[in-house]
């Protein structure tokens, strides 16, 4: 006679086995999300692509420093949610950008909004 496993024993182990979304994603502990930095902007390129996109710019702060940044943003399917697309921002457009530095002192951050010249603020909704 076969052995048999029962039909329980095997919902548990391939819920065991099964990954989870959201373990297969990096957080965002680089990152220090009780500080925001804003900086005067000037945007060099702007990467759509998964999973997140990437603005590029030199980016001068309060005390007149330049220096190349890059803003990761939320997922492109949020992003698309928040009226964002792959022309949403050209290289060349002045703005300034708000975002969460990253802890080791690097000229990355997570983007938290983008705000345009015209008044628009072009949102991240980050989880």
């Known amino acids: 006679m076969p052995y048999r496993i029962p039909k329980a024993l095997t919902a548990l182990l391939l819920c065991g086995i099964q990954p989870l979304p959201s373990a297969a994603h990096h957080g965002t502990a680089a990152y220090d999300r009780s500080a925001t930095v804003s900086l005067d902007a000037l945007v060099t390129a702007f990467d759509w692509e998964n999973p997140h996109a990437l603005v590029h710019f030199t980016g001068t702060d309060a005390r007149g420093s330049e220096r190349r940044w890059t803003a990761e943003t939320a ?39 983008v705000e345009l010249p015209d008044g628009r603020i072009l949102g991240n909704y980050l989880p």
Not at 91 to 104: E, F, Q, S
């Open 75 to 113: 997922g492109l399917v949020l992003l698309v949610r928040a009226g964002w697309n792959r022309q949403t921002l050209e290289t060349g457009v002045r703005c300034t950008i708000v975002g969460y530095p990253a802890r080791n002192g690097s000229a990355t951050m997570i983007l938290e909004r």
